[in-house]
Antibody, heavy 120, light 110 residues
């Protein structure tokens, strides 16, 4: 089955770090740009970061201010998000989402998400 | 980058048509033909409904259609059905090479 499965979420104290992973299966992972999108409890969707097929191009939401780092390992069909200096406002479900090769930028496949809770 | 503006809620009776607006600026919605729309049920992941303003992915009902005029994009659901009750989000490229989502619209089928 074509799918994305996130892992690595959990409870972390303010100022702590967490690394999220997203495992891709049943499609050619290296053909797609990948993204992280988050959703705070009861709130809307917020785009977090994007990485190109080879990792040459990386973009972040301005609000992250250098605390998050996106990366990928095409040999392992995996996407990552390293989150440092976490704050209460980073509490959210984090989704990985696939961006198909096209002139546009949209998300045609989503994982189920992993919950990150930042609390003391 | 501020979120795109959507109405908080839209409602309609079964069989009716409803339209959800998504208003941005010339730096996002107005500057690209790359608006997408997502449907999300409570506790579930979003699902792509429309991409590149008006294209439907395979498997999405033709009751869903998209359009854009200036800085405002729209999603129309025709022949409203109970299963269409969900949250809907628009999204757009920006001139800063980022993505921005809309504030979200809750669709209620009366």
């Amino acid at each position: 089955e074509v799918q994305l499965v996130e892992s690595g979420g959990g409870l972390v104290k303010p100022g702590g770090s967490l690394r999220l992973s997203c495992a891709a299966s049943e499609f050619t992972f290296s053909d797609y740009s990948m993204n992280w999108v988050r959703q705070a409890p009861g709130k809307g969707l917020e785009w977090v970061s994007s990485i190109s097929r080879t990792g040459n191009y990386i973009f972040y939401a301005d609000s992250l201010k250098g605390r998050f780092t996106i990366s990928r390992d095409n040999a392992k069909n995996s996407l990552y998000l390293q989150m440092n200096n976490l704050r209460a406002e980073d509490t959210a479900v984090y989704y990985c989402a696939r961006d198909p090769p096209s002139s546009g930028w949209y998300f045609d496949l989503w994982g189920r998400g992993t919950l990150v809770t930042v609390s003391s | 980058q501020s979120a795109l503006t959507q109405p908080a809620s839209v409602s309609g009776s079964p069989g009716q048509s409803i339209t959800i607006s998504c208003t941005g600026t010339s730096s996002d919605v107005g500057g690209f033909y790359y608006v997408s729309w997502y449907q999300q049920y409570p506790g579930k992941a979003p699902k792509l409904m429309i991409y590149d303003v008006s294209n439907r992915p395979s498997g999405v009902s033709n009751r869903f259609s998209g359009s854009k005029s200036g800085n405002t994009a729209s999603l129309t659901i025709s022949g409203l059905q109970a299963e269409d009750e969900a949250d809907y989000y628009c999204s757009s490229n920006t001139k800063s090479s980022t993505q921005v989502f809309g504030t979200g619209t809750k669709v209620t089928v009366l």
